[in-house]
Every structure is written in structure tokens, then in C-alpha cells.
């Protein structure tokens, strides 16, 4: 993105908190508009034990979905390897380019990637049922595509493979906390894992609307939305609200 079409540093000064696991890019395009940028962990992935996973790929399936890169590395971890026990035939999508390269690092070439991202567009560029889709996913994941799914004729088998859990926050992002012009959202986990560091605590811009709900039930204000779940979309947004 191309920040000097709109003015001459338009961040310059704001302060912005980023979590460590953004979309590529972020932190260099918001720096390179003038933001002072923090990054911190505020989640952390593990992964679950695989019994309803293995069953569910037992039983077979037409589509391999990932809608999150953090389910492949779950896999991973645990020494399954999805491109060799891809069934023949069965095609793969991805929610988003980020998911679609890490399938493509794990030697899986993705036959449908959701454009501009998130589990709603996925939903959209879906074909009809009926089939079977394998959706891992996490413990506590978004309704979307599962939902989608259904409601296009799949019978989606969703088994969790991962957890994401909060983290202790580096102590000098706690006392700063309330001072930043705004915290980046990445997910509804992280927003909640945000939220517990106090209120009010600084306002949110959410990368998506599943996002900005998960925020504003945690009891942040959330000042801005992101249109598309990618860079673009939250420079955008951040430029929006704070420009």
C-alpha cells in the first residue's frame, strides 16, 4: 500500500499496539505512515489431542478447509502430515492468502482461496453441496465458514485441534496500556486476552466484524473495522479512524 498517496506521514506520532501475529506487513506499512509501533504477545496456540481429528479423516471427506494457519501448525506439532494423507481426489481451500501459503509450505496447493479473506468470504465463493468438508479449527472458533457450510449443503465435520490461551503481557505494555492511541484486534481472543489488562483500556480497531463484536462484549471501544481481514483493509482502517 502506497501510504505517501494520501499525506506526508498521516500516523506521525500516534502510538499503536499491534499483537506479534498480525498480518504481513502491518507493522512496516503503519511505521512507514509515522506510527510509533509496540508489538506484544497476548495468545498463545496450543494444540489438542488428535482422537476426533483422526475420526473425522477416517471417515472421509471431499474438501480439506483451513481457516486459520494456526490449525496447520497444530498438525504439525503433532506429527500429521496433511498433504500425505490427503485423500485422493479431495480439493483444499484456504480462508485467506496467509493460510493459503502456509498450506502451500506444507506441500498443499490450495484449489480455492477465499478473496480479500475470512470465513464469510470463503462461505461465498463456495460451491453448493452436497459433500463432506474437514474444517479443524480451534476450541472456541468463529461460526463462519462451519455455518456457511451447512447452510450450502456440506456436512462439515469440525473437529478442534487446537486452543488458544492467553499469556502473561510484557509489564511495560500493561502500564501502557490505557496511553495508546489504539489497539490493533487481530482476533476475538485477542481482544478478550486485551480487555483483561483493564478498563478502559485502549480503543480497538478489529480486523473484522466477528472481531469488533468479540471487543465490544469484552468492554472495549471499538472505533474501527476493518472492510477486508488483511493489511490493506486495516491501514486502511487505522488511517480512517486515527488519519
Known sequence: MDLAATKAAPLAGRRLLLPSRC?????????????LITQAEFTAQEPLELTAFLAATTAGYDWLVLSSAAALTALADQGYDLAA???AGAKVA?????TARALTSAGLTPDLVANPGGGAALV???EAGP?????????????????GLRAKGWTVNNPAVYRTVPVAVAESVQRDWPSYDAFIATAGSVAKAAAELGQPGAPVIAIGAPTAIAAREAGLNVIGV?????TGGLVDAVLAALG
Open 94 to 98: 484456504a480462508v485467506g492468502p496467509a
Open 124 to 126: 461465498a465463493a463456495f
Open 85 to 87: 494423507n490427503l485423500p
Open 23 to 35: 498480518p504481513v506487513g502491518l507493522a512496516e506499512a503503519l511505521t512507514s505512515a509515522g506510527a
Open 226 to 230: 476493518a472492510t477486508t481481514p488483511d
Open 131 to 147: 459433500g463432506v468438508v474437514l474444517l479443524p479449527s480451534a476450541a472456541v472458533a468463529s461460526p463462519e465458514p462451519a455455518a
